[in-house]
């Protein structure tokens, strides 16, 4: 059981890269609880395999922005593309200093690889496993901070509002005790949606907790059909996570095959294009997944730039070097969420939203590979900042929570699932 403070100064809950990235830029003398319903490794953030972009200089601006603005069919919010590139070289030079290691040529210069969709080569990358790169770095120093304190196994179940102002929220402690916990500010960072569906790359304890909250208190929410599936997952009979075979095996020249060994589609065509591609020729051959022949990349490249990919295959019985292995779509990523402006504000006062669960209008109606990391930074440093501006201007009530309707966890965790199941069904609906 945990004694929480009756007070802080900031509440997040959600210990991904957003959460993170958020405690790591409020000021030392701002005091920040940060909840995980997990344990504090448990976060897509480290799942992230392969890497996360940068503007490698003015003359790739408008080519960023156009790769992104195609991918998601341009209905993304320009002022939010221009905003996340703008601030990606500022965002890298952060992390380099806080000791990530991004992979560089023998001349100690950056490498950068390229994934579907983008027009030239502008992601950084650490092996096949940045995400734990990134995380691990940034947790690691947000525990040496003595202001923040991560509490694990603690869950956010509920907002504290009311008028339309948040005040902290409702906690189930790691023995499933309930508390009623204040903050000036609150950052909900509690990543995608992937513990709703069947097959998803994601933790299964992903389920779109903070959009129901926000949909029961009307928080304004946006495009919550939005769903992004993954073209290659590894195939697999068995349930659970499925496990990623990242873009960037097929930016590096591996190629799709349907049953009788043939190329059906252009692998580097952004996600939505390549799964309805692979979709259709299941459909075509009859079968449960297809082909990805990794043989081209070459041996040497897949060990070294790809190794976790490459245990994965052979844990599950292929040989990648040897022979193409079968892939499936599954669900991936989740590009609707809470609405929010540039500063990560949503239409509620003192409440602010980054990472997956929030919906900034940067990925449209389809994100470009590696750019959700970043922008996931990119909105919590903002919302730190605005944060920290405006720290003076404390919370002045502290309305009760009635616990009875939180006692049932399991019923609770149901309910909100199906609020946010008919929301985006019904937004489907009217597209
Ligand atoms: C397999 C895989 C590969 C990927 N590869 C890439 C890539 O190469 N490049 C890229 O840019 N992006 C990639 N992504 C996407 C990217 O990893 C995520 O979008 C990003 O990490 C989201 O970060 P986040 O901080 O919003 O959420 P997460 O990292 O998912 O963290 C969510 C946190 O919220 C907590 N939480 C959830 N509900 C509650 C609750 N009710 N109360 C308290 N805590 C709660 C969780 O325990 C967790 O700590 C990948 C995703 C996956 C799954």
Redesign the pocket.
Known sequence: MQNFEQKYDVLI???????LCCALHLPGDMRVLM????TAE????F??????CMLRGQEDFAGYFEDTMRAGHYENDEGAVRQMIAESPSMIEELIAEGVRFARDEKGSLRFTREGGHSRPRILFHDDV??KEITSTLLAKVRTLPNVRIAEN????DLLCEENECFGGVVRDDAGCLHAVYADFTLL????VGGLFRNS??YP??TG??LAMALRHGVAVEHLDYVQIHPTTLYSARKGRRF?V?ESVRGEGAVLLDKRGNRFCNELMPRDIVTGDIRVQMQKDGTDHVWLDMRPVGEKTLREHFPTICAQCIEEGYDPFGAPIPVVPAQ??FMGGIKVDLDAKTSMSRLFAA???ACNGVHGKNRL??????E?LVWARRAAAVMTKNRENGIRRRPSADFSRYEDGEMLQKEYAKLVREEAEREAYHD
Do not use: F, M, P, W
Request: aromatic letters at 2%; a negative charge; charged letters at 10%.
């Open positions: 809950a959600g210990t991904g890269v957003a959460g909840l995980t319903k997990s448990e976060s897509d953030s799942l992230a395999q392969g890497g996360i940045t995400g603690c869950t956010l179940v960072a509690t990543g995608g790359t994601n304890h992903l907790d903070a990623l990242s991936h990523y990472g997956e669960t590979a590696s750019n959700s990391l970043l996931s």
